[in-house]
């Protein structure tokens, strides 16, 4: 039975891993601030009449803290990569030079990193609802296995095992949105 057990601790450990995975990919989408080509990781751009990536059709770097060049692998897409930027609601409006897009990254109203913070924390409440999906579902394996012939004892151990490793990620998600929530609020 501990052999059942153990794979059920290792699938519930690699599920929050998961959710732990997501969320960190979900903060480095929310911006600090700072300039940094991860900002328009979100953004398509109409590849010949198909949504495509901007970092499949373009270059992109940052300058300085405040600027972002996009350079485009066609001269061609230049306009169409402009229209993706535009149509993603960041809040950029690239220059167009004839060679790259350039995108001044406007400094944070303290209402925008409130409302940032807020975007952080909702992203960390998904992630911590992640988690305790994942505890449902172990404990209900850990039900499974007691209706299998598990003993009490067993099965109590299990539960609490399964709640610390619970607690582990939770607190992960919190240092997690702490981290983000300084960087954000620091200007």
Do not use: C
Request: aromatic content about 4%.
């Amino acid at each position: 039975m501990t052999e059942e057990l153990q794979m059920i601790y290792d699938e519930f450990k690699n599920s929050n891993n998961r959710s732990i995975s997501h969320l960190e990919a979900e903060l480095t989408k929310i911006r600090a601030g700072k300039a940094t080509p991860s900002m328009l990781s979100s953004v398509m751009v109409d590849y010949y009449g198909s949504p495509t990536p901007i970092q499949q059709v373009a270059n992109i770097t940052t300058m300085d803290a405040r600027t972002i060049t996009v350079q485009p692998w066609e001269k061609a897409m230049l306009n169409e990569i402009a229209k993706g930027i535009i149509n993603s609601n960041l809040g950029f409006a690239p220059q167009n030079n004839g060679e790259v897009l350039i995108i001044s990254v406007p400094p944070l109203t303290e209402e925008r990193r409130r409302d940032l913070v807020k975007r952080a924390k909702a992203e960390a409440e998904h992630a911590k609802v992640g988690v305790r999906n994942n505890r449902k579902d172990a404990l209900d394996m850990v039900k499974d296995l007691k209706t299998e012939g598990l003993s009490e004892d067993m099965s109590k151990d299990a539960e609490t095992e399964i709640q610390n490793i619970t607690n582990g990620f939770v607190k992960k998600v919190d240092e997690l949105v702490e981290l983000k929530e300084k960087d954000i609020m620091t200007i």
